[in-house]
């Protein structure tokens, strides 16, 4: 069965330091999504790409992050100055059409100290 | 008013029992709707769409009220293996917005 992959599954990087993590998305999906989840809290939305940009994107999706799509296969979140308040696990999803399901990769968890 | 929200939790139930989880949204433009279940420390995984005339896979049955912006799961026969968070999630007006509830935590006990 086709999957989302991520990598790493955990980063530790020292506050102030740029983070890029990286995903595959399902090889036939159009949507590529990232969400975060703060340990304890709910899942947020950062931003959807479509058609190699940004479609929309939260408040959270700050000038200190940026996504892209530098090949066919892999989808890059990078956070350019890392805070402490950015620890959290970054989930990367794809969909085929737009208003279907997202399937999600098993996660980063980014820790910054 | 938060954009999705759900029934706070937790929910500890015997196996075998029958469970119901409520859901409302506050945009009553959105297109497209879910239920995910999440295991602890774990990625969001697809449970079922939402469709408005109501869907069954197996054991769950979801419902949509658009008039009332209102989502159910229903678990029929919980087993132990249903123990999860699960996540109301819906697809903003132009659906490339998944907006998630805050998850309703259930544990069913042997």
């Known amino acids: 069965e086709p999957e989302v992959t991520q990598t790493p599954s955990h980063q530790v990087t020292q506050m102030g330091q740029e983070v890029i993590l990286r995903c595959v998305p399902i090889?036939?999906?159009?949507?590529f999504y990232w969400y975060r989840q703060i340990l304890g809290q709910k899942v947020e939305f950062l931003v959807s790409?479509?058609?190699?940009?940004?479609?929309?994107k939260s408040e959270i999706f700050d000038d200190q992050f940026s996504v892209e799509r530098p090949d066919g296969s892999n989808f890059t979140l990078k956070i350019r100055s890392t805070k402490l308040e950015d620890s959290a696990m970054y989930f990367c999803?794809?969909?085929?059409?737009?208003?279907?399901?997202?399937?999600f990769g098993q996660g980063t968890r980014l820790t910054v100290v | 008013r938060k954009e999705v929200e759900q029934d706070p939790g937790p929910f500890n139930v015997p196996e075998g029992a029958t469970v119901a989880f409520n859901c409302t949204y506050s945009?009553?433009?959105?297109?497209?709707f879910f239920w995910y279940r999440q295991d602890c420390r774990k990625e969001p995984k697809l449970l079922m769409s939402?469709?408005?005339s109501g869907n069954e896979d197996g054991r769950f049955t979801a419902q949509l009220n658009r008039a009332s912006q209102y989502i159910s799961l229903l678990i029929r026969d919980s087993k132990l293996s249903d123990s999860a968070t699960y996540l109301c999630?819906?697809?903003?007006?132009?659906?490339?917005?998944?907006?998630f509830g805050p998850g309703t935590r259930l544990s069913v006990l042997p």
């Open positions: 999803a794809s969909g085929d059409t737009v208003n279907t399901e997202a399937f």
């Open positions: 090889s036939n999906h159009l949507y």
């Open positions: 790409f479509y058609n190699n940009e940004i479609s929309e």
């Open positions: 945009n009553s433009a959105s297109q497209s």
């Open positions: 939402v469709y408005s």
């Open positions: 999630v819906v697809g903003g007006v132009r659906g490339q917005n998944f907006v």
